[in-house]
């Protein structure tokens, strides 16, 4: 279940939007709890996922806790996709899955987010539309394999970046192209003067 709380926001203001997303996993219906964030940095936004591993570790003593993480993100790599943060050592962006946004710690490699415990992932991106509807999942590894995929649903997935659509002007670009093309025009009726 999703709770999604939109933040006002003026040119250049901070947090844009805060999503809350859980997922249940065996008896536990908050097994995993996922927090997105958007916070415009000027210029670019900051995407930025808290997950809180309250009891996700399907095998105890084989698996490696929530060590998969993957937003399914439609569009392809794009430029402007940078600045990955994962919560620690080990972990690998973008290894498996061939979709433009995942990180992954095989068992082989160390722990991921145990139960009990939380870990932050980000990126960056230039200003884009904020999409809800973008799959994905998260999983565990045994083995050096992926094992217990959970997907998020189509109405439960965590907040992500349109990288369909072109990136969205900051207002200091819209203004500098308003004033290019009212300079362009004045110099058009000035000639047609002369």
Same mark, same amino acid.
């Given at each position: *279940?999703?709770?999604?709380?939109?933040?006002?926001?003026?040119?250049?203001?901070?947090?844009?939007?805060?999503?809350?997303?859980?997922?249940?996993?065996?008896?536990?219906?908050?097994?995993?709890?996922?927090?997105? @964030?958007?916070?415009?940095?000027? +210029? &670019?936004?900051?995407?930025?996922?808290?997950?809180?591993?309250?009891?996700?570790?399907?095998?105890?003593? &084989?698996?490696?806790? #929530?060590?998969?993480?993957?937003?399914?993100?439609?569009?392809? #790599? %794009?430029?402007?996709?940078?600045?990955? %943060?994962?919560?620690?050592?080990?972990?690998?962006?973008?290894?498996?899955?061939?979709?433009? *946004?995942?990180?992954? /710690? @095989?068992?082989?490699?160390?722990?991921? %987010? *145990?139960?009990?415990?939380?870990?932050? #992932?980000? #990126?960056?991106?230039?200003? @884009?539309? /904020?999409?809800?509807?973008?799959?994905?999942?998260?999983?565990?590894?045994?083995?050096? +394999?992926?094992?217990? %995929?959970?997907?998020?649903?189509?109405?439960?997935?965590?907040?992500?970046?349109?990288?369909?659509?072109?990136?969205?002007?900051?207002?200091?670009?819209?203004?500098?192209?308003?004033?290019?093309?009212?300079?362009?025009? *004045?110099?058009?009726?000035?000639?047609?003067?002369?």
């Amino acid at each position: *279940m999703a709770a999604l709380f939109a933040v006002p926001t003026s040119a250049l203001a901070g947090t844009i939007a805060v999503q809350v997303n859980s997922y249940a996993f065996g008896l536990d219906p908050t097994a995993v709890v996922i927090t997105s @964030r958007v916070d415009d940095m000027g +210029g &670019f936004y900051l995407w930025e996922y808290t997950v809180q591993n309250n009891s996700y570790d399907p095998s105890p003593g &084989f698996s490696n806790g #929530f060590s998969g993480f993957e937003l399914a993100l439609p569009g392809g #790599f %794009v430029a402007d996709l940078g600045n990955f %943060v994962s919560p620690s050592a080990g972990w690998v962006n973008n290894c498996c899955s061939g979709l433009p *946004m995942e990180w992954d /710690i @095989r068992n082989s490699a160390g722990l991921g %987010v *145990m139960p009990g415990n939380s870990g932050v #992932f980000s #990126f960056t991106t230039l200003p @884009r539309g /904020i999409q809800t509807a973008n799959a994905g999942w998260f999983h565990s590894w045994i083995n050096d +394999g992926q094992v217990t %995929v959970v997907n998020y649903g189509a109405n439960n997935a965590p907040l992500a970046p349109d990288l369909v659509r072109t990136p969205i002007p900051e207002p200091a670009t819209l203004l500098l192209f308003g004033t290019g093309l009212a300079v362009a025009g *004045m110099r058009r009726r000035l000639k047609s003067r002369v």
